[in-house]
Each structure stands twice: as structure tokens, then as C-alpha cells.
């Protein structure tokens, strides 16, 4: 199979944006070209691989076993004086997925739908013409080329450059990026939970943590605000957490990578749209990115499909797009940043004080909406402008 001289929209990146968004638009009848600069779709994975169980299945009348790791059963976070606040049902609440196989599927079932998938391509600039982005420029496998669209989807990941190269401000300020790294770490104790460990000494305005993967396994990992990082490195704060807790794991697998807790950037152009993390989708608060990546890939692939109807791929048609995706991801990040900015500022005593003020409660709405609504009700110092937020409507 060789690449065509034309796709109604071509799909830079098979992450789970770039994969759902190929999906969409090929079901849609559309002729679609998805692009992966690996040789492997889904690996490395760059990801802790955590996923709230309502809002993955929503993605999938079958949630297939071999997808899932652990199906895990709450929530448990520490204070940085080791108060322990925990989240729990009797039910799964969550999965850990194994991403090298869920990303795969995912970008097979773009191909299943008509999608044309090449791995080992990928996209080194954007081709123009009269103001409109009109295609990419490439290499496969060490040969280029030039292919034309009617629409280009940049699924490119937190490190993307399609947007930059349509002329979209993606940067990120360091007070918006988190800085990741992680374990695998097998032969350890583990349970069906998540554990989340708070502190400055631990991870500064982020946080610590131990994601189950299987019986002995977890991801172990880190997150550290840009802005907070100084002489000692994401690793320097793991390995000092890991010597500590898991000194007799064994250290299977390292990732690290950067996680987007911005607003997102904006998100289209003549002939352009950004899902995912190139669009700066991932939760400011807890570093998620999974499932929003994938809910923008279908807006993106539903409104390809109506501005092909009608003909119209400049800024005002794609406007579409940005009206799905505000009223949805829109708000919950609007919310999820102000609550970073708020929890970035507490000292280690404000983090105490709020996990003693509920510890002795077992939260069963395992959310963020959850945690801090029971965080308001027992705290009533916690801004009002803030709160209004999570009240119930
Ligand atoms: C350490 C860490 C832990 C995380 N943990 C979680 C978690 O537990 N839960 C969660 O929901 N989220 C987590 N995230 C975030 C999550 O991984 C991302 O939000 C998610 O992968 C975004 O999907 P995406 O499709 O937008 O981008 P990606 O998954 O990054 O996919 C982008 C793809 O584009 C490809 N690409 C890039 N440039 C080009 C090019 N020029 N040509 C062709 N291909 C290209 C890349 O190779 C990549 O495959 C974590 C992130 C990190 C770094």
C-alpha cells in the first residue's frame, strides 16, 4: 500500500487523539490518512495509564480484557505529613490500561473503519497555500513526500508542532507544564488502588504517584511544575521516593515525558485542527489526558465530516469545533486550573489541615468533584469563588 496524492483529512500522530479523530472522520465516509512517526503505535508509552471507568466507557459499548491491567477500586492520598484521606467503593472505579495494546487497537480500529495507517511517517512541515493549511510534507522511511487534504488534525502530543507551524501559539509557560517521570516497578507489594503522595519535599506543586499494574507491579511516577524545578529533577525527587518506599523493586522500565495543566491553546485555523495534548486538552489537576484526548478526536472527526459536506475549511467552519469541545472539556478545565492554581499555592500546612479535616471520612464520589466537595463542606476558609464551582446544579 502506498500513500495517495490526496485525503479529505490527514491525522498527524496515533495517540489516542489522533486514532479516535481517524476513526470518526473514516466512519463518517471520509478518506482518511493517520500518520505515526514510530515503528510502533502505542510504545514507548509516556503515560502513568489511569482512567476513570465512566468516562473510558463511554468510548466503548466492549471494553475488551486484554486493555486492562487493573481494575482498581479507589483512591488513596497522603498529606505530606502522611494523613491519609481515602477514596473507595466496592466496585471498579477506574482501570490502569495497558496502552501499548489499548493505542494499537485504537489505531486499528481507524484502519477497520477505511482509515489509511503508516507508521515510521512522520510530518515535518505543514504545506500552505493562500493562507490555508493545505497538507504535510513528510518522511517515510527515509524517503519524503508531499501529500494534499482538505484538513490537517494535529494529534502530534504535548511536544506538538503542526500547530506551530499553522502559526498557533502552543507554548507553554513553565507555570503550566508539568515536568513527568516513571517507573515500572515490579516485586512490590500492590493493591487495586491508586496512591497519591502530596508534599514539597516530595514533588513541588505536583505530585507522587503509584499507579497498580497486575499483581506486583505499579507505575510509580512524578510530576513537578516547571516553575518548581530547581538543582534537584523530577528522577532526583523519584529516586528519593523510591529508595525510600520500594527499595527492593526492581526498576523494569523508565518514562518521562511532559504533562500540559494549561488552559488549552487555541484549536483550529484555515484548514487546521488540534485534538489531545497538542491542543493542551490534559486535566490542569490531575495530569489526565487519555480521555479527553479521545472525546476531542471525535468532535474533531464529526466536524471534518461537516465542513467537507459543505465545503468550508476555514476558521469560521472549524469554529464548530471549538463550540463542541467548551462546553464539555472547556468547562471541566476552566475548573480543574482554577483548583490547580489554588492547590499549587497552599504551603505543606494547608494540605495537612485539609486531609485532617476529612480523614476520618471514606469518600465514595470517586472524583475530584467529589474530593473537593467534601473538602468544602468541612472547610469553609476554601475560597467562596472557588466552591461556587462544585456545587451540585
Ligand atoms: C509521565 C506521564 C504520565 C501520565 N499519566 C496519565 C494517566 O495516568 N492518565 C491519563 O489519562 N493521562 C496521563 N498522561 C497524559 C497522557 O499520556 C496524554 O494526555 C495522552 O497520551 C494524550 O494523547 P494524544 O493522542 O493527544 O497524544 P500522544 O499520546 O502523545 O500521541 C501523540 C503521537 O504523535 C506522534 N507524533 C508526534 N510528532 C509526530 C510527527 N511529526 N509525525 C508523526 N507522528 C508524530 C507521537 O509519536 C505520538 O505517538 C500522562 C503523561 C505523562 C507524560
Redesign the pocket.
Known amino acids: 500500500m502506498s500513500l495517495k496524492n490526496k485525503y479529505d483529512v490527514i491525522v498527524?500522530?496515533?495517540?489516542?487523539?489522533?486514532s479516535m479523530t481517524a476513526k470518526t472522520a473514516a466512519e463518517k465516509g471520509l478518506n482518511v490518512l493517520l500518520?505515526?512517526?514510530?515503528q510502533e503505535i502505542g510504545s514507548p508509552i509516556?503515560?502513568?495509564?489511569?482512567?476513570g471507568e465512566k468516562s473510558f466507557k463511554k468510548f466503548f459499548p466492549v471494553i475488551k480484557d486484554e486493555w486492562i491491567s487493573t481494575k482498581m477500586v479507589g483512591v488513596r492520598i497522603y498529606s505530606p505529613d502522611g494523613t491519609l484521606v481515602e477514596m473507595s467503593d466496592n466496585r471498579a472505579v477506574g482501570y490502569i490500561l495497558e496502552r501499548k495494546i489499548f493505542d494499537r487497537d485504537l489505531a486499528c480500529m481507524a484502519a477497520d473503519a477505511g482509515a489509511d495507517v503508516f507508521t515510521k511517517?512522520?510530518?515535518t512541515d505543514i504545506i500552505i497555500k493562500d493562507n490555508f493549511v493545505k497538507g504535510i510534507e513528510g518522511i517515510r522511511l527515509g524517503e519524503r513526500f508531499k501529500v494534499e487534504a482538505d484538513i490537517v488534525v494535529g494529534?502530534?502530543?504535548?511536544e506538538s508542532?503542526v500547530g506551530r507551524w499553522a502559526g498557533i501559539d502552543t507554548t507553554l509557560k513553565p507555570k503550566d507544564i508539568e515536568s513527568?517521570a516513571?517507573y515500572l516497578i515490579s516485586g512490590i507489594p500492590v493493591e487495586d488502588l491508586c496512591e497519591v503522595y502530596l508534599g514539597n519535599d516530595i514533588a513541588p506543586a505536583g505530585y507522587v504517584w503509584a499507579?497498580p499494574k497486575g499483581k506486583n507491579r505499579a507505575n510509580v511516577?512524578i510530576g513537578i511544575l516547571g516553575s518548581k524545578i530547581g538543582e534537584k529533577r523530577p528522577f532526583d525527587y523519584l529516586n528519593e521516593f523510591v529508595k525510600k518506599k520500594y527499595k527492593n523493586g526492581k526498576i523494569i522500565e523508565v518514562?518521562y515525558?511532559?504533562?500540559p495543566v494549561s488552559r488549552p491553546t487555541k484549536t483550529f485555523e484555515n484548514g487546521i485542527m488540534l485534538?489531545?495534548?497538542?491542543a493542551r486538552f490534559?486535566d490542569p489537576i490531575t495530569?489526565?489526558?487519555?480521555?479527553n484526548?479521545m472525546e476531542s478526536g471525535i468532535y474533531a472527526g464529526e466536524v471534518a465530516a461537516e465542513c467537507i459536506e459543505e465545503e468550508d475549511f476555514s476558521e469560521g467552519g472549524l469554529k464548530k469545533y471549538e463550540k463542541r469541545w467548551r462546553s464539555t472539556i472547556g468547562e471541566e478545565n476552566n475548573r480543574s486550573y482554577l483548583l490547580k492554581e489554588f492547590f499549587i499555592n497552599l504551603p505543606d500546612g494547608g494540605l495537612n489541615a485539609l486531609a485532617h479535616s476529612i480523614n476520618k471520612i471514606n469518600i465514595t464520589e470517586l472524583s475530584v468533584k467529589g474530593l473537593m466537595r467534601t473538602l468544602i463542606d468541612k472547610n469553609p476558609w476554601i475560597p467562596a469563588k472557588l466552591a461556587k464551582l462544585f456545587k451540585k446544579k
Open positions: 498527524v500522530g496515533a495517540g489516542p487523539g489522533g500518520i505515526e512517526k514510530r509516556r503515560c502513568a495509564e489511569g482512567v511517517t512522520r510530518a494529534a502530534d502530543g504535548v508542532k513527568g516513571e499507579f511516577g518514562i515525558g511532559g504533562i485534538v489531545g495534548d497538542a490534559t495530569g489526565g489526558g487519555i480521555t484526548a
